[in-house]
């Protein structure tokens, strides 16, 4: 759903001193299919998602306190839903049998695919 939360970053500042660490996505984010909150590290969904199209999504994301920079990478796999209806294979079918015939066999078939 979008806004729900993936994941978090959070970066360790070693330094003494009080400084403020904010996270950005540098780059992987095709789409722009995630978001994250510049102050927590919360990663969003920003846009629908869609496993067909994208199947996994490879972020870098930088943590910076405004003096030193580091960076990580985080993955984020799609699962695939039943997002997608089946389909036959034909618009139409049609059987012809003799009246008052009893098969002991399939007289007939019909396909259909399902994409997902």
Do not use: C
Request: no cysteine; hydrophobic share 35%; glycine share 4%.
């Amino acid at each position: 759903d979008i806004g729900s939360k993936v994941i978090e970053v959070k970066a360790k500042d070693l330094d003494k001193e009080a400084s403020l660490t904010t996270y950005r996505i540098q780059s992987g984010n095709l789409g722009l299919a995630f978001s994250i909150e510049e102050q927590t590290g919360f990663i969003r969904v920003n846009h629908e998602l869609d496993y067909e199209t994208i199947k996994v999504y490879t972020l870098i994301v930088q943590a910076w306190d405004g003096q030193h920079r580091n960076d990580t990478t985080v993955h984020i796999d799609i699962l695939n839903v039943n997002d997608m209806k089946p389909q036959f294979l034909k618009e139409k079918y049609a059987a012809t049998i003799k009246e008052n015939f009893v098969p002991t066999y399939p007289i007939f078939r019909v396909s259909a695919v399902d994409p997902d």
